[in-house]
Nanobody, 113 residues
Framework: QVQLVETGGGLVQAGGSLRLSCAAT????????LSWYRQAPGKQRELVAA???????NYADSVKGRFTISRDNAKNTVYLQMNSLKPEDTAVYYC???????WGQGTQVTVSS
């Protein structure tokens, strides 16, 4: 059974940083692409960043230069380092494994102005 568990969310002031983690179990982690999505109140879920098994990355335009996705295959974990946070980054952040169509439970990120 595939499980994704996100941690690291919280409340931070604008300009601050947070690092989200997503620990995966039940999959051969190193061969899977993984993604981070977010959903703000009243808005659709949107792709934030993605990383392939070969560690190629892509980002939403709104986070380029501020967010960094990375992976540690030894720990079966994917990370999202978020710097220079803005109030518009406030959302629930989800980890997603597209090869398994599996979502994590989400972690709340709130950025105060």
């Amino acid at each position: 059974q595939v499980q994704l568990v996100e941690t690291g969310g919280g409340l931070v002031q604008a300009g601050g940083s947070l690092r989200l983690s997503c620990a995966a179990t039940g999959i051969i982690f190193r061969i899977n692409a993984l993604s981070w999505y977010r959903q703000a109140p009243g808005k659709q879920r949107e792709l934030v960043a993605a990383i392939t098994s070969g560690s190629s990355t892509n980002y939403a335009d709104s986070v380029k230069g501020r967010f960094t996705i990375s992976r540690d295959n030894a720990k079966n974990t994917v990370y999202l380092q978020m710097n220079s946070l803005k109030p518009e980054d406030t959302a629930v952040y989800y980890c997603y494994a597209p090869g398994w169509k599996t979502w994590g439970q989400g972690t709340q990120v709130t950025v105060s102005s």
